[in-house]
């Protein structure tokens, strides 16, 4: 199975969450509706600027910790560079 990691965000220089999942579509769409109560419904974090596909779920786990312990100036630098624009990318998963 594989797995994803990606960043959601309120707003450029808002807010950062940074997940793994093996359903991004879903996922994505949980965060962007509020459908389950969690820190991105506290933060209105509706905007996913990253994402980043993994070939399994246990990979895409280890990554995930490793932003988590980044400093936010080198988030932002892994995000800007797939999507300098931090345009929301959920619109392309539905392709």
Same mark, same amino acid.
């Given at each position: 199975?594989?797995?994803?990691?990606? #960043?959601?965000?309120?707003?450029?220089?808002?807010?950062?969450?940074?997940?793994?999942?093996?359903?991004?579509?879903?996922? +994505?769409?949980?965060?962007? %509706?509020? +459908? #389950?109560?969690?820190?991105?419904?506290?933060?209105?974090?509706?905007?996913?600027?990253?994402?980043?596909?993994?070939?399994?779920? /246990?990979?895409?786990?280890?990554?995930? =910790?490793?932003?988590? %312990?980044? =400093?936010?100036?080198?988030? #932002?630098?892994?995000?800007?560079?797939?999507?300098?624009? =931090? /345009? @929301?990318?959920? @619109?392309?998963?539905?392709?």
């Amino acid at each position: 199975m594989s797995g994803w990691v990606y #960043i959601m965000t309120n707003r450029p220089n808002g807010v950062l969450y940074i997940g793994a999942t093996s359903e991004i579509k879903a996922r +994505a769409w949980q965060h962007r %509706t509020g +459908a #389950i109560p969690s820190f991105t419904k506290k933060y209105g974090l509706t905007r996913l600027v990253y994402v980043e596909r993994h070939e399994t779920m /246990d990979s895409a786990i280890r990554r995930e =910790r490793t932003p988590k %312990t980044w =400093r936010r100036a080198w988030k #932002i630098r892994l995000i800007m560079e797939t999507n300098p624009n =931090r /345009d @929301d990318l959920y @619109d392309t998963l539905l392709a």
